[in-house]
């Protein structure tokens, strides 16, 4: 669910991550983008939020099955 929200509102997506700073950064950055580049640079914060969502669960399944890193 949250990938397809990232393809649309990338920074609310980043935000549902549990990462509100990076949320606030990438909507002051993707607003401006999004208007003078007419929607080219968009594919970069679908990365971005995608990458985060990716992150987020590979953390939760490492609480989960009490993996260390290190």
């Given at each position: 669910m949250n990938y397809v929200l990232a393809?649309?509102?990338p920074p609310?997506?980043?935000l549902l991550t549990g990462r509100p700073f990076v949320?606030?950064?990438s909507f002051?950055?993707?607003i401006p983008a999004i208007i003078f580049s007419g929607g080219l640079t968009h594919p970069m914060f679908i990365v971005l939020a995608w990458v985060l969502i990716?992150?987020?669960g590979e953390e939760r399944r490492?609480?989960?099955y009490g993996y260390?890193?290190?």
């Open positions: 393809l649309f509102l609310l997506s980043i949320a606030i950064i002051l950055i993707w990716y992150q987020q490492a609480r989960r260390r890193e290190g």
